[in-house]
Structures are given as structure tokens and as C-alpha cells.
């Protein structure tokens, strides 16, 4: 496989230099940079699932034919909105109009089903226009055909069919003479989003195609340039969704204390107070004052489904509550805090509509995160620790991943040597803490970032795993580990040199 990756032809690597380039930002555009330098390609460390993409990607467009055959749902040229669009700036939906003419058969009626099926890659594939129409009245066929339409890229004269399709027309009594073409006026209802933006920006601008949406509001992060079209872009995305109310443009990064964001209202309804649903919870939030990610409902389902009943969790940056309520609903005892007073506001509330609370065991305080653990969980892990027979294992959750690993400093040396010790190894806590790491070696970079804080070297029982991609170049880490004993009380063993400035963590 490394010999048959190192040899790639210069076609497949300049494919992928250029598929890199213009490729919206993604995991698939982040691993091509990694793996394509120095005039090599080392696809041979990509994982299968990512290759694979990348091999059907260079395939497709290697092949003429497939490119042909998927240009109707490719968005091409013919069903594009009008040239005359390009550069607007104030919506105007009555420039989006342009007639095409598409050709079509007349085909009995009992012989419509046959022959869509047979035919299935000629027959017209778009979305606002029906395959098959009515005939003209004044069309002699009229009360017993209908018009089926084709592919205009494909069929441009009754020429274009090939024999096996003649054949199969003869078979269904389609006679070519009926070959004729429909009109069809397209307007502002026929063009979806993507395809409005794309053809208002100028060229040199990257369309905006996806957002996320966040109960009613839509979030948009608009690249520069975008500013003059903004406002637009924001109404049509409005009249193409029903359900969006609100649309609004992050303006900057995440607060670093609150984990919110600046944003700017573009079009609808100045109402940041909504309702999201995720994995059978409902969250309340006002958008503009918390933070909320709808990319980590997994991150969010698959953490809580590790944790049992009789565990127990400390969610030290809990925002609204995506990890603590399903944690909570399950039974499981779970301290959550937020610094951000509106997270602390939404998530007592959230924990309240969700019933997650039933039995007493969610536990809400708005403290800053080094003053929680400090505070609450060393009280809370004397007590466990105390137990003379625990149940469940112990998981501190820090999702914050510009700054969680810094806060690992509050376990250093929390405990003096007078405080009461686990019994036992599996007494001492779980750390999850998120990170975002820039270096190619992801998990070396992740694993010393954490272990820089802590000032020893972890051993082998460290998880570390990707999350998602953020941007080129920098990914979403999760480090799961056990905090060690001689982190935990710190300053209690030393060398014939004094303190240990790293050693390995048991």
C-alpha cells in the first residue's frame, strides 16, 4: 500500500492538490493538506473511510461520462438562474426569471411506469419541474399520452436516442415523431438557496451553501467579501425555510470567558430565544447570550451513553446542559456548572423541562470552573473517597477546548496529605478534557499539551480521539484519563533533588 501510494501518477496528485484548494473547509480538505507535500502523496495514513471519498472523488471527475450523466443534479448551466442576477444586492425576485425548453415524447399513459424505469438516466432529474407533463389540448394525443420529459444535456433531437432506446421505445409504442419540446417558465419559487447565492455572488466568491440552524434561527459564518450581499443573502435564506425566522452572522470568535459570540442580525425576527431538540432533550436558550453547537449532538449522545447509573459527573463548563440533562434523565448523580450567568439560567431551566432532576441528583452552581473544582468536586471526592464501598466511577467533563487543558492545573496538588486517599485506583476520577490541537501528529500534540499542565508523563491507559474538524489545520480532541494520585496530592512526594518537575503518573 506505501509503495502503490508513493507512486501515485502526477494526474491523481495535481487532482487532489486542486480538489484541496477549492474544497469547502472539511475533514476530506484538511487530511488532503496533510497528506500531499513535497511532491508526494502519503494517502497510505488516511483512514479507508476518508480514502475512499477521495478515490470516488478522483474517479468522478476523470470521468466525462460521469460527469454527464450527474448534471442534473448537479445544478448545470441550462437550469441555472438568469447571468442577469450576478452582482445584486437589494433582492429583486422578479429578475429570477428565465424559460427553458426541455424535450419530451408523447407516451401512453399504461407505458409511462415502464418506461421512466428503463430510461430512469435519460428522464429529467430536477427538482421543481415534474418529469412528466400534460399535453397540449390541441395535441391529437392528448386524452390518452402524457409529455415525458428528458435530460436537455442528453436529448436535443430524437437523433440522440440509441438503438436500445429506440427499442425500448418501439416496445412501448413511443413513437419518435412525437418528439417535440416543453416551455417551461422558470421563476424565484423554482431556484433553492444555494443556487439564488451562487448566482447573485460574484464568481470569486465561494457560495454560501450550508448554515446551521438553531431551532428558528439559521447561523451563518459569511466569509469577507459577502459583506455587500449579506442582507440578501440572509432574506432568501429566509424565503426558502419555512421554519427559520431569524437569520443572523457570527461577527467574531467565541467569547473566551462566556463561550458566546457577537452576531448580527441579517434578516427576520430579533428573537434569539429558542427551542433546539437533541437525542429526546429539549434546550431553551437565548442564542445571542450562551453557547451552543448544534455539530456535537453526537459528541454530546455518545459521552453520556458511556456513563452508567451509578457513576457520577462533574460537568465543569456544562453551558445549557447537552451533557449533564441526558446524564441527568438517566439517573446519574451530575454537578453541573457555568460561569456564563444565562448558561446557569438555561440550564437550571432546561433541567427543570426535561425532568432530569426527579430524583435530586442534577446539581446546578454558577462558579468560575478552577472555584468548582476546587470547591465541589475535592468536597465531593473526600465524601466519595470516605465511602467504604463506592459505586460507579467518577467523570469530570471539561468541554471548553480553548482553554480546558489550562484549568488541569486545579488538580495539582488539590488535596494535602492529611485529606482522605482512594482506596483503590479505580476511585480516582476521569478527566474528558476537549482541546483543540494545529500540529499534524494530533495525538502526541494532544497528549503533551496535557501533560505539560500536570507536570508528569500519563501512562498508556490515555484515550485520545478526534471529535471533528474545526477548520484546516485544527481539530476537536478528546483526552480521557484518569487523574493520578500523585497529581492529585501533589507536593507530598518529592526526589533527593526535591519535586519532581515530570514523572511518570501510576
Known sequence: MQHMCNEMTTEVLNFLRKFSANLRLSRQSALIRLYTKDNACYLCEVRPSSLQKLIHKWMFSSDPDSQKNNTMTGNAAFFDPPESVRGMKVLDRNLFRKTVLIPGLAVPEKSIG??????????LRFRSIKPVVELSVKDSLAKSHKLMLFNPLKIKSA???NEDQRTVLEKLNVVLS??????????YDNWDHAEIIKAVLPEELEAVTGFAIVGHVAHLNLRDGADDYKNLIGQVILDKHRTIKTVVN??????????????????????????????????????SKVYWNTKLGT????????????????????????????????????????????????????????KAN???????????????????????????????SPKGTVHVLMNLPALAV?????????????????????????????????????EQDSREAVERVLGCTLDDSISIREVRNVAPGKEMMCIKFRVPESVLFKGNVETEDGPAAKKICL
Open 114 to 123: 415502464k418506461l421512466a424505469k428503463s430510461l430512469k438516466k435519460e428522464v
Open 159 to 161: 437523433e440522440d436516442f
Open 178 to 187: 412525437s418528439f417535440q419540446f416543453y416551455s417551461f417558465d422558470m421563476k
Open 250 to 287: 457570527k461577527l467574531k470568535s467565541i467569547d473566551s470567558e462566556f463561550r458566546n459570540f457577537k452576531m448580527e442580525l441579517l434578516a427576520g425576527e430579533p428573537d434569539f430565544t429558542t427551542t433546539v431538540k437533541e437525542h429526546g432533550c429539549t434546550f431553551t436558550f437565548d442564542f
Open 299 to 354: 459528541e454530546h449522545n455518545l459521552v453520556a451513553s458511556q456513563i452508567k447509573q451509578e457513576d457520577t459527573v462533574f460537568d465543569v463548563f456544562a453551558g445549557v446542559g447537552p451533557f449533564a440533562i441526558p446524564c441527568g434523565k438517566k439517573g446519574i448523580t451530575v454537578f453541573a456548572n457555568d460561569l456564563n450567568p444565562d448558561s446557569y439560567e438555561s440550564l437550571v431551566l432546561n433541567v427543570s423541562k426535561n
Open 358 to 388: 426527579h430524583n435530586s441528583n442534577v446539581h446546578c452552581f454558577n462558579m468560575d470552573g478552577r472555584d468548582f473544582i476546587k470547591q465541589i468536586f475535592s468536597k465531593e471526592m473526600e465524601r466519595i473517597w470516605k465511602d467504604p
Open 406 to 442: 489550562e484549568f488541569l492545573d486545579s488538580f495539582v496538588g488539590l488535596f494535602n496529605q492529611s485529606s482522605c486517599k482512594p482506596k483503590d485506583p479505580n476511585c480516582l476520577p476521569y478527566v474528558h478534557c476537549y482541546y483543540f490541537s494545529k500540529c499534524e501528529n494530533l
